[in-house]
């Protein structure tokens, strides 16, 4: 475990908070203050951050930039802080998004500024918690942060109509699956306890006790599995837990909806590749086949739902839950290509669909309306937001050159390993997925400019190409270099398909399930 003396993540975790609560002692009709003092701080954060790969051992699997203080320590609790090659692109992604938030609501937010940007930096230092803690305790105190300010952007600055409602229907749901989620970390730290006569909630201490399982569902290891398994498959979301995040996602401000998106979401994917394979791997094993059905199941159907709505938003809501899919199956894959291609298509997904989402906003803002109909012709009148959203849209679909082709083609690799037929409906889904964003982009920018309205629309200013820029300086990067991306998780990912590999020989031993034990068999030949 790699240790620092300058404590770098608990800036880039705090040092929002830190703006957050400055804001508080400035005026609130200072709005341009507001402003720049959030775009200020989230910009040096970014920079901050960028110290984190360029000073990041590359060949190594351990833990680094480590932090270690000492909290409660009558029930085991301490502020550990570390990164590895699976939280760092994360880390990095989750940096990036923040003064973007900023940037596109300079101008779309002007009721409660103070109170807006405030969520915002809070929800920041939870977004970075969650990806950086190693003591369960400070791990649940950020997971549980986030969902304050995202309920209350959704529920204050969205949409009228429903805000409200996907307010309080997302709070429900992801609240629901943290308090399970709670239960398992108890268990977990009870069992650790009662094993080693030591109570703690440092992570990676209790990564090297062996829970206990066997082929039945309610034996301790697959239960425990379970708890954290309904957490993280609410936020993905995974089907049937998905129904949240349409309503979230049309009823937020563009700022909100581009968070959800390229962050809130790999909260869940990041929970099982964090805890769920390495801590409970004969768990894991176990339930291989019941994961690949659900993962196959929404990519199809998100994608077919997609082909349906006519709403932009709605649409590309409904595709994130047919390329999350595409995640977990990927994860569920459990290989190196399948494993490396779900954490970098975790990255891919936050930046193609939340700059999707910055598209919708910025012709929300100048036309008032989502709906495809009210569209049409829009690259004749805005030629530079018409070729930034194919650029976007082909990074989307997985165009090769750029980043979505990448993560996809790994995936592909690593389900292929496993079943030609896992692939196959991978496949299709990726089709599915070319044909709803391809006919989008023809609804909305091709043909005649059918109303008088948006005939004299403004194409984007610098402030609203800044917000886009980037990402799609991203999009080029990843698809024509990714080896650095890839290097830097290499040993972190084998390091789980090792873990993974000694569990297959507890899972063979005592006749588990048929689709079980033959799938780790043929694993096991490999």
């Given at each position: 475990m790699s240790g620092t003396t300058f404590p770098v993540l608990s800036i880039v975790t705090f040092l929002p908070l830190a703006g957050a609560i400055l804001l508080l002692f400035i005026r609130r009709d200072k709005e341009g203050l507001i402003r720049r003092v959030s775009l200020?701080?989230?910009?040096?954060?970014?920079?901050?951050?960028?110290a984190l790969p360029l000073s990041f051992d590359f060949g190594s699997a351990e833990f680094q930039f480590v932090e270690r203080v000492s909290w409660i320590p009558t029930i085991g609790v301490s502020y550990i802080m570390g990164i590895d090659g699976i939280s760092l692109w994360l880390v990095c992604l989750t940096a990036l998004i923040s003064p973007i938030a900023v940037l596109c609501s300079w101008e779309a937010i002007t009721e409660r500024v103070k109170e807006y940007h405030f969520f915002l930096?809070?929800?920041?230092?939870?977004?970075?918690?969650?990806?950086?803690?190693?003591?369960?305790?400070?791990?649940?105190?950020?997971?549980?942060?986030?969902?304050?300010?995202?309920?209350?952007?959704?529920?204050?600055?969205?949409?009228?109509a429903r805000r409200l409602y996907a307010a309080i229907k997302f709070f429900l749901y992801t609240l629901f699956g943290s308090v399970v989620m709670l239960l398992g970390i108890l268990a977990v730290y009870f069992y650790a306890g009662a094993q080693t006569g030591t109570h703690t909630f440092d992570i990676l201490e209790l990564m090297k006790v062996s829970y206990p399982w066997s082929p039945s569902l309610l034996s301790f290891q697959n239960l425990v599995w379970l708890a954290f398994f309904l957490s993280f498959a609410i936020k993905v979301p995974m089907f049937p837990f998905h129904t949240w995040l349409p309503d979230a996602h049309t009823e937020a401000p563009t700022a909100g909806s581009l968070i959800l998106a390229a962050v809130l979401l790999k909260m869940g994917t990041y929970g099982f590749v964090r805890f769920s394979l390495p801590m409970f791997p004969e768990a894991?094993?176990?339930?291989?086949?019941?994961?690949?059905?659900?993962?196959?199941?929404?990519?199809?159907?998100?994608?077919?739902?997609?082909l349906v709505q006519q709403d932009m938003k709605r649409l590309i809501a409904f595709s994130s839950v047919s390329h999350m899919g595409f995640v977990m199956l990927g994860m569920f894959a459990l290989n190196m290509q399948g494993l490396q291609?779900?954490?970098?298509?975790?990255?891919?997904?936050?930046?193609s669909t939340g700059a999707l989402f910055l598209i919708v906003g910025l012709i929300y803002d100048r036309i008032h309306s989502r709906m495809i109909a009210d569209m049409g012709g829009l690259s004749t009148v805005m030629p530079i937001y018409g070729t930034l959203f194919a650029i976007t849209m082909f990074s989307s679909i997985g165009l090769p050159g750029l980043n979505g082709f990448i993560g996809e083609f790994l995936i592909l690799v690593g389900a292929f390993k496993v079943s030609w037929l896992w692939a196959l409906f991978a496949v299709s889904g990726i089709v599915l997925g070319a044909a709803y964003m391809l006919w989008l982009f023809q609804r909305t920018m091709f043909g005649k400019v059918i109303h008088e309205r948006n005939k004299g629309l403004l194409d984007l200013n610098l402030r609203e190409v800044m917000t886009l820029i980037p990402l799609v300086i991203m999009f080029f990067w990843i698809g024509l270099y990714p080896a650095p991306f890839l290097k830097a998780m290499e040993p972190s990912v084998q390091k789980v398909v090792k873990r993974l590999d000694q569990a297959r020989k507890v899972v063979e031993a005592p006749t588990p399930t048929p689709v079980a034990r033959n799938w780790a068999r043929d694993r096991h030949e490999e």
């Open positions: 200020v701080v989230t910009g040096v954060t970014l920079l901050i951050s960028l930096l809070l929800m920041h230092t939870g977004m970075m918690g969650v990806f950086l803690a190693l003591d369960f305790f400070l791990f649940y105190v950020f997971w549980e942060v986030v969902l304050v300010p995202m309920y209350f952007l959704i529920g204050i600055w969205g949409h009228p894991t094993l176990y339930f291989v086949p019941f994961m690949v059905t659900l993962s196959i199941f929404a990519i199809i159907y998100g994608a077919m739902v997609c291609g779900s954490i970098l298509q975790m990255v891919n997904h936050g930046l």
